[in-house]
């Protein structure tokens, strides 16, 4: 059975970093972040394939996030630099058995974590 437990939210400042990571159980998988702010959809942010070789971004993170992997510890983690309130949000950790070479929607991946909140403070 697949479980992702993310870690390392909190609250922070305008202009701020935060460093989230996934710990990923049960096999190794395209993984991805989304997230969700109240009364918004989830969208996705950043996404990487089994091997860290291909990642993508969604316009309002790119330069700013980013995305890896370490396949020994069976992590994935999101940098996050440069965080805006508008990044204010539940974080969420996702995994598909397929591989999508794209962020993805929600209905794509096949587990999810519980999610971890970030807030960001003007």
């Known amino acids: 059975q697949v479980q992702l437990v993310e870690s390392g939210g909190g609250l922070v400042q305008a202009g701020g970093s935060l460093r989230l990571s996934c710990a990923a159980s049960g096999g190794s998988y395209y993984m991805a972040w989304f997230r969700q702010a109240p009364g918004k959809e989830r969208e996705s942010v950043a996404a990487i394939r089994r091997n860290g070789g291909f990642t993508v971004y969604a316009d309002s993170v790119k330069g700013r996030f980013t995305i890896s992997r370490d396949n020994a510890k069976n992590t994935v983690s999101l940098q996050m630099n440069s965080l805006k309130p508008e990044d204010t949000a539940v974080y969420y950790c996702?995994?598909?058995?397929?591989?999508?070479?794209?962020?993805?929607?929600?209905?794509?991946?096949?587990?999810w974590g519980q999610g971890t909140q970030v807030t960001v403070s003007s």
């Open positions: 996702a995994a598909t058995k397929g591989t999508l070479y794209k962020l993805g929607h929600p209905g794509e991946y096949d587990y």
